[in-house]
C-alpha cells in the first residue's frame, strides 16, 4: 500500500452517480417483502459476513439469514433494497448538505460510494416499517460499521428488538463504539479495543475459525516452504511485479501470490506474471487458510490476513515500508514479524515462529479452549434470548 495505484481518472462525483444508479436499479431485480416472521435475522453483506454467521444460523432454532447490498448466496432472502433506494435519491440532497461537517479526507470515499451516503439518508426509517412488519426475535450483524448495520441496530434500539453482535473480521481502537445489546467477541485483545460502548459483551472465540481451529493446531510448520505475498488493490502492478521478482530471487521458497479479491481487472495480468517466473497464483477468492498445508509465511502490508495466516498456522510478516502503521496492534502484541527487507525473511528460526504460534490464543479465545466451540456458546444464549 505504498505505491498508490488510482486507475479511474474520471471525477470522483461521477464514479459515485454511476455506483448508485447501478445499485438502484439491481435493486428491483429482486423484490422480496415476504420474509418469514417471528425468526432471529442475520444480516450478511459479504462473504466474510457469511463465514462467521453461518455456522450460527445453522444451530439456533428459527434462525434466517437475510442478504444486503448486493450480496448473493444460495437459501438467503434478500432484503428489499429498492425501497432504501426509492427514498435514498429523495433524502440526497439533504445527505450530501452534511458533507460540509465531515472532515475532508474522508469526503472522498463517501463520494466515490454514494450509494451508502443516500442510502444513509432514510435508512434508520424504512428498517423501522420494515422489522415492525417482520416482527423478528432477534438481530444479529456481523459488521459494526457499515451504514446497513449500523442503522439497523439503531432501528431495532428505538423499537425494542434485541441485536447481537459476532464479528467478522479482526477490530482495531479506530472502531466505533459497541451498539448491539451483545457483543460476542474473539479475545480479551478485541475487548479492550472497544471504549464507551453500550453493550454487554462476552468474550467467546472467533467463530469464523472454529471449525478450522482443530487442523491448524496439528500442523507441523517445519516442513512447509510456502512464502504467500498479498496484495491490496491500491499497490501498482510495477510494485506487486517487483515485489514478486525479489521474493523469487530469496531461492528458499516456493511463492505463492494473492491479489485483494475487489482487483478482478488486474487477475489475469498477474496470473500470466506469476505462470512465466514460476509463482502460483492463489484464486483471490480463495482464503488463504486452503493452503494451511503449505503456507508457513505470509507477507502483507496493513491487512487483516495477516490474522488468517495465524489461525492457519502460518507466520505473518511485513516489511518496514510496507507496514507505516500498526493499525491492527500486532506489533503491540507481538503477534507480526516486521523486517527491513525480505532477505531477512530467510533468517526467521522455527524456535521463532514457534514462539509466535504459541501467542495464537491472544488473538481467539477458542484456543485455550479447544473442545468448546463458540458457535455452542452462542446457540445456548440464543434458546435464552
Same mark, same amino acid.
Given at each position: 500500500m #505504498?505505491? &498508490?495505484?488510482?486507475?479511474?481518472?474520471?471525477?470522483? *462525483?461521477?464514479?459515485? #452517480?454511476? &455506483?448508485?444508479?447501478?445499485?438502484?436499479?439491481?435493486? *428491483?431485480?429482486?423484490?422480496n417483502l415476504l420474509i418469514p416472521?417471528?425468526?432471529h435475522l442475520f444480516l450478511v453483506g459479504t462473504r466474510n459476513q457469511n463465514v462467521a454467521l453461518s455456522l450460527v444460523v445453522n444451530k439456533v432454532d428459527h434462525s434466517l439469514k437475510v442478504s444486503f447490498h448486493n450480496f448473493k448466496e444460495t437459501g438467503v432472502y434478500r432484503l428489499p433494497e429498492f425501497i432504501f433506494y426509492i427514498l435514498g435519491w429523495v433524502t440526497l440532497p439533504f445527505s450530501m448538505l452534511q458533507l460540509h461537517e465531515v472532515e475532508a479526507r474522508q469526503r472522498v470515499p463517501l463520494i466515490r460510494r454514494l450509494?451508502?451516503?443516500?442510502?444513509?439518508?432514510?435508512?434508520?426509517?424504512?428498517?423501522k416499517i420494515l422489522l415492525r412488519i417482520w416482527k423478528p426475535l432477534s438481530v444479529t450483524v456481523s459488521n459494526d460499521h457499515n451504514i446497513w448495520t449500523r442503522s439497523v441496530l439503531l432501528a431495532c434500539r428505538e423499537?425494542?428488538?434485541?441485536?447481537?453482535?459476532?464479528?467478522?473480521?479482526?477490530?482495531?481502537?479506530?472502531?466505533?463504539?459497541?451498539?448491539?445489546?451483545?457483543?460476542?467477541?474473539?479475545?480479551e485483545i478485541q475487548k479492550k479495543n472497544y471504549r464507551n460502548n453500550c453493550s454487554k459483551v462476552m468474550v467467546v472465540g472467533s467463530v469464523r475459525f472454529e471449525?478450522?481451529?482443530?487442523?491448524?493446531?496439528?500442523?507441523?510448520?517445519?516442513?512447509?516452504?510456502?512464502?504467500?505475498?498479498?496484495?491490496?488493490?491500491?499497490?501498482?502492478?510495477?510494485?506487486m511485479f517487483d515485489m514478486i521478482r525479489k521474493a523469487l530471487d530469496l531461492k528458499k521458497w516456493t511463492i505463492y501470490?494473492?491479489?485483494?479479491?475487489?482487483?478482478?481487472y488486474r487477475f489475469s495480468e498477474v496470473e500470466n506474471f506469476c505462470l512465466e517466473n514460476n509463482a502460483v497464483f492463489i484464486d483471490p477468492a480463495c482464503p488463504v487458510y486452503n493452503y494451511r498445508d503449505r503456507l508457513k509465511i505470509l507477507l502483507a502490508g496493513i491487512s487483516g490476513v495477516h490474522v488468517d495466516a495465524l489461525m492457519a498456522g502460518g507466520t505473518p510478516c511485513t516489511l518496514k515500508s510496507w507496514y507505516h502503521e500498526d493499525y491492527y496492534q500486532l506489533i503491540e502484541d507481538d503477534l507480526l514479524f516486521v523486517f527491513e527487507s525480505l532477505e531477512e525473511i530467510n533468517s526467521l528460526s522455527d524456535e521463532e515462529i514457534a514462539q509466535i504460534m504459541q501467542s495464537r490464543e491472544k488473538l481467539n479465545e477458542h484456543l485455550k479452549e479447544i473442545n468448546t466451540l463458540p458457535s455452542d456458546k452462542l446457540a445456548s444464549f440464543y434458546k435464552k434470548l
Amino acid at each position: 500500500m #505504498i505505491n &498508490r495505484y488510482y486507475p479511474k481518472k474520471y471525477p470522483i *462525483f461521477l464514479e459515485g #452517480i454511476v &455506483r448508485l444508479c447501478y445499485f438502484s436499479l439491481f435493486s *428491483f431485480f429482486k423484490i422480496n417483502l415476504l420474509i418469514p416472521r417471528n425468526k432471529h435475522l442475520f444480516l450478511v453483506g459479504t462473504r466474510n459476513q457469511n463465514v462467521a454467521l453461518s455456522l450460527v444460523v445453522n444451530k439456533v432454532d428459527h434462525s434466517l439469514k437475510v442478504s444486503f447490498h448486493n450480496f448473493k448466496e444460495t437459501g438467503v432472502y434478500r432484503l428489499p433494497e429498492f425501497i432504501f433506494y426509492i427514498l435514498g435519491w429523495v433524502t440526497l440532497p439533504f445527505s450530501m448538505l452534511q458533507l460540509h461537517e465531515v472532515e475532508a479526507r474522508q469526503r472522498v470515499p463517501l463520494i466515490r460510494r454514494l450509494e451508502r451516503l443516500a442510502v444513509s439518508g432514510c435508512a434508520i426509517y424504512v428498517w423501522k416499517i420494515l422489522l415492525r412488519i417482520w416482527k423478528p426475535l432477534s438481530v444479529t450483524v456481523s459488521n459494526d460499521h457499515n451504514i446497513w448495520t449500523r442503522s439497523v441496530l439503531l432501528a431495532c434500539r428505538e423499537i425494542g428488538i434485541k441485536t447481537c453482535y459476532i464479528p467478522h473480521g479482526i477490530t482495531n481502537l479506530k472502531f466505533p463504539p459497541l451498539e448491539a445489546d451483545y457483543s460476542f467477541l474473539d479475545s480479551e485483545i478485541q475487548k479492550k479495543n472497544y471504549r464507551n460502548n453500550c453493550s454487554k459483551v462476552m468474550v467467546v472465540g472467533s467463530v469464523r475459525f472454529e471449525d478450522k481451529i482443530a487442523a491448524f493446531s496439528l500442523d507441523d510448520f517445519s516442513v512447509k516452504n510456502g512464502l504467500a505475498i498479498c496484495f491490496n488493490d491500491h499497490d501498482s502492478t510495477e510494485f506487486m511485479f517487483d515485489m514478486i521478482r525479489k521474493a523469487l530471487d530469496l531461492k528458499k521458497w516456493t511463492i505463492y501470490v494473492k491479489m485483494h479479491p475487489s482487483d478482478r481487472y488486474r487477475f489475469s495480468e498477474v496470473e500470466n506474471f506469476c505462470l512465466e517466473n514460476n509463482a502460483v497464483f492463489i484464486d483471490p477468492a480463495c482464503p488463504v487458510y486452503n493452503y494451511r498445508d503449505r503456507l508457513k509465511i505470509l507477507l502483507a502490508g496493513i491487512s487483516g490476513v495477516h490474522v488468517d495466516a495465524l489461525m492457519a498456522g502460518g507466520t505473518p510478516c511485513t516489511l518496514k515500508s510496507w507496514y507505516h502503521e500498526d493499525y491492527y496492534q500486532l506489533i503491540e502484541d507481538d503477534l507480526l514479524f516486521v523486517f527491513e527487507s525480505l532477505e531477512e525473511i530467510n533468517s526467521l528460526s522455527d524456535e521463532e515462529i514457534a514462539q509466535i504460534m504459541q501467542s495464537r490464543e491472544k488473538l481467539n479465545e477458542h484456543l485455550k479452549e479447544i473442545n468448546t466451540l463458540p458457535s455452542d456458546k452462542l446457540a445456548s444464549f440464543y434458546k435464552k434470548l
